[in-house]
């Protein structure tokens, strides 16, 4: 007998790729999506939010972050007993706080997969585990539903830390760039100029600015991003300063001491590699 999982925001690109992944695995897949339409012929349009959880074995949310405390207040009273509630959201410290309060009869498992809706395959990807009640539990819960996946588990406090710098600084840097490339009025002049640095560049900024305005939004409004950006706005505001006071000593300093500290954690020849192996794959096609 197929195992029956609803996904709340089915229609959206995460929802959408988790309806094809649980189908793929022979469940019986419902979607519920009050804003997007849903797609795929093998996904049940449940026509109510609470209709559709009713008999799920599983409810996963794929909900913009800010609503999923409220969904998860909606819905877990009218889940059945032994149910699993799957969220993927991106920041945790609310969510965790609404999954933590759930009757005990529902099973949360609280995930936030590393990976964006291109990929296809979930072997080798991250997924990131916050546990909630039973940490042994709900990774072998996870491991069983996303196998071949790679798991970290971290608590709340940490995760929403980490996520601040691995999302939200890179969303930052790369929205402010984006935006700034826009506004270029001879781009393909700029282009015809560049070198692999800026061709590079400009393929992570746009490929973000290709996520839906309000998933940026949520990145970088994550409250643990004021300490790294502020670190930013002060750094580029030294460096800019002494190159403009003619400091070349503090600059290089500067340079040379983050070179020293990133030495002592990766091979930056190797990365040089990588970064030209991107390169000329890009060039290729």
């Known amino acids: 007998m197929k195992k029956l999982i609803t996904i709340i925001g089915a229609g959206g690109q995460m929802g959408q790729w988790f309806s094809k992944y649980f189908a793929s695995k022979d469940f019986q897949v419902t979607g519920y999506d009050e804003e997007n339409p849903i797609k795929g012929k093998d996904i049940i349009q449940a026509s109510s939010l609470v209709g559709g959880i009713l008999k799920a074995d599983y409810v996963m949310l794929c909900t913009p972050t800010r609503r999923t405390p409220e969904i998860i207040r909606l819905i877990a009273k009218e889940m059945k007993r032994g149910t699993f509630l799957i969220d993927i959201s991106s920041q945790k410290g609310k969510v965790v706080a609404s999954l933590a309060k759930m009757p005990a009869k529902i099973n949360p498992i ?24 039973d940490a042994k539990k709900e990774l072998t819960v996870a491991k069983t539903l996303f196998e071949g996946a790679n798991f970290v588990t971290i608590d709340t406090v940490e995760h929403d830390k980490k996520i601040a710098v691995i999302l939200g600084l890179t969303h930052l840097v790369n929205l402010v760039f984006a935006n700034i490339i826009s506004k270029d009025e001879k781009m393909t002049l700029t282009e015809k100029m560049s070198g692999s640095t800026f061709r590079v560049q400009k393929i992570l900024a746009e490929s973000i600015m290709a996520e839906s305005p309000q998933l940026i939004e949520t990145i970088i409004s994550n409250p643990e991003i004021r300490r790294v950006a502020e670190d930013l706005w002060k750094d580029v505001g030294r460096l800019l300063t002494s190159v403009q006071e003619s400091k070349t000593e503090e600059v290089l300093s500067y340079i040379k001491a983050c070179q020293e500290r990133l030495t ?21 096609n």
């Open 110 to 133: 609280c995930i936030h997969p590393m990976f964006g809706p291109g990929i296809k395959k979930i072997k080798g990807q991250n997924i990131i585990l916050v546990p909630v009640k």
């Open 264 to 284: 002592s954690k990766t091979n930056l020849d190797t990365s040089y590699k990588k970064f030209t192996k991107m390169a000329n794959a890009i060039e290729k």
